[in-house]
């Protein structure tokens, strides 16, 4: 039977994974009620940013073959610039695996450099084990396909084996500098029309400003938000929503960096819902009263009644509800309740529902198919290459407007900002000005 030890490195890395996810499941089941909530928070962090190194490993262990291993064996290796390319190999590793433990020790009122640094290298990181997956699948294709495998030359081989690396490296950097252009400018301002059925007269063409997945964290911070808000104050909304994922820190921490959301006053009220990150902060409770503090009401599985202006007979029903994290995270007090969210909304007035995850808007067509707009982010667009393909995947509604039956429609926002990477390919950051349209 084969020890511990003589296991190849990337089986030893996956075994710590598993070891670590296992790990995290018993915490989540025996330990959430008997840890304080700081503690329990850490503990929750440090397992998610040691289970992403333990599968970051293997990845890295094939990057430094590929990129270093194979030079050491040519006749690069003995070139000046080889041990400067090994340094900055090791570097680049460093830093992308350093990323998940900035929201640990790093996370300020604006982004320090190193934080950027490791998150941009963290992308960078993706879209080259992207790329050195992709060629050596063309290659070995080629291989079998050719049948000229065995009879190739050494010579030959090897300069195929040393363009492999350098042709991944080049489109990396240019991927990497081309995505972080596109994340560094300011959202774009998508404006949409959604008819919604029973929507009264005295509200055709209100104006609802949708926000999602700002992140505000290691790479997001009060300038960025500032400049968010600024842009949301100039479309004059008559709501502002915010469907989750504002934050990845503590409300104490982050506290100077959202104070610009005090400036949101819209008429008829800014309105938040839960996503995801919020639960892994462990914090939400905070997180409300600070929003409450700033006149942002949360919508924990409740409802409101948004009246005309013009008549308060005519109103229309806006609901929203926790994220599904919650419930798999077993956070106590939380977790996504329809019936509750909806309670007092009936078929005889529109409503709109706010859900971060599309696959909780589909959830709630499914139970409640009367709904007539849901509001949703979550995906980011897939933020960037090529994660889009596996949020497509992932999940039944992924970016813009989609017609479901004949008087639903969902929303998904493709994000207003970013989660950690400070990258965006084949997706562009969006505040959403959404005109309702009564029949």
Known sequence: MISFKQ??????????????????????????????????????????????????????LHVWRSTVTTFSRSSAASSFCFMPW?????????????????????????????????????GAYIILIFF???????????????GRGAKAG???????TAMKPVLAVMLTVVLTVVGLLNASRPPTVNSVEVPVHKLPSTMNNLKVVLLSDIHMGPTVGKTKLAMIVRMVKALKPDITVIV????????????????????????????????????????????????????????HNENVKIVSPKGTDDW??????????????RYSGHGMDLKKALRGCSSEHAIVLLAHQPVAAKWALQERPDINLILSGHTHGGQ???????????????????????????????GTMYFGIPLRLGSRAEITEIILRSP
């Open 7 to 60: 296991l190849p490195l990337e089986a030893k890395a996956a075994v710590a994974a598993g070891v670590i996810f296992f790990s995290m499941m018993l915490s989540r089941s025996y330990l959430a009620e008997q840890l304080e909530l700081r503690t329990r928070r850490w503990l929750l962090r440090l397992q998610m940013a040691l289970f992403a190194n333990a599968l970051m490993l293997i990845g890295s």
């Open 86 to 122: 090994k340094i900055a190999v090791f570097m680049f590793l460093a830093l992308a695996h350093s990323s998940f433990f900035t929201l640990l020790f790093l996370v300020a009122e604006e982004p320090y450099f190193f934080s950027l640094a490791a998150y941009t290298c963290l």
């Open 132 to 146: 050195l997956f992709a060629l050596g699948s063309v290659e070995q294709a080629y291989k079998f396909l050719s």
């Open 154 to 160: 050494t010579g030959n081989k090897n300069s195929r």
């Open 244 to 299: 989750g994922d504002l934050t990845d820190s503590e409300a104490e921490i982050m506290r100077p960096a959202v104070e610009p959301l005090g400036e949101l006053n819209s008429p008829l009220g800014t309105y938040f819902v839960t996503g995801n990150h919020e639960y892994y902060t462990s914090d939400v409770s905070n997180w409300f009263e600070l929003l409450k503090s700033f006149n942002i009401r949360p919508l």
């Open 316 to 329: 229309f029903c806006l609901a929203g509800v926790d994220d599904i994290e919650a419930d798999v995270l």
């Open 384 to 414: 960037m290459f090529p994660l889009n393909a596996g949020a497509y995947f992932l999940n039944p509604f992924f970016v813009g407007l989609y017609k479901v039956g004949q008087n639903t429609f969902v929303y998904v926002s493709p």
